[in-house]
Structures are given as C-alpha cells and as structure tokens.
C-alpha cells in the first residue's frame, strides 16, 4: 500500500501534531487514507489488528523478521548486524504507528510486560 515517494512521506508524517493533522486533512480516516505505510509499518499493524485482544507490538518482531544466524555468532557478524537494524526498525515502526494515531496503548508498560496496543479505527481504515 505504497502511495507517493519517500519525500511525500516525510512531508505527510512531519505533521504529527494534531494541530497539523487537523489544518492539513479534514479528519483522521482520511489522514490514515493518505498516508504512506512501509512494508514493516503495514504488516505489523495488520499483525496487531488480527489479534483478538491487546498484544505487545514486539511479539511479532522475530515472526516478521526471523534471526538468520546461529546464536554463537560473533557480535559483528554481518548478518547479526543486519537483523538487529531490522528489530530496532521495528520499534521505530511501532512508535509511529502509535504517533500516527493507527495503534492506541491499552494497557501501559509495568515493569514486568511491555505496552499492550491494538489497532484503532484509523488503523483499520489504513489497513483497507
């Protein structure tokens, strides 16, 4: 659901306040219709929207992007490298999804699980 270049992204995603929202697009399903969703962005919100209840958005991180080395592989090894950029993209993709107002936290971090989110309407609306 690739729609524009990385550049309209940056523009569409720079207004994340909801004054900008609201000045630029006349309500949130039509700013969730415009926007632009990477292929990780878009998969784990599909992957949070299936879920029948509230789910940490990093349960699914080594489903999306399994280790492909072995566990005694050097720290630098290229591949190791490689998929830990993949999970911390990930957690970058959460954060916006959340700041782009398609996930809501449910139930907030603890100390002992992380935030629990679910897609929102706007979410949906993105996903269709």
Do not use: C
């Not at 993209?89 to 959340?98: E, F, M, P, Q, V």
């Amino acid at each position: 659901m690739m729609v524009g270049t990385s550049d309209t992204r940056l523009v569409l995603l720079r207004g994340n306040s909801a004054s900008a929202k609201s000045s630029i697009l006349p309500s949130p399903a039509l700013y969730a219709a415009v926007m632009t969703l990477n292929a990780d962005e878009y998969e784990l919100l599909r992957l949070i929207a299936q879920s029948p209840e509230p789910v940490a958005a990093s349960d699914f991180f080594h489903t999306m992007h399994p280790a492909n080395f072995e566990r005694s592989a050097a720290e630098e090894d290229p591949r190791r490298v490689a998929w830990q950029e993949k999970q911390f993209g990930l957690y970058k993709a959460t954060i916006d999804l959340h700041d782009d107002g398609l996930i809501r936290i449910v139930h907030p971090a603890n100390g002992e699980r992380p935030d629990l989110v679910e897609a929102t309407d706007e979410g949906r609306t993105a996903l269709a």
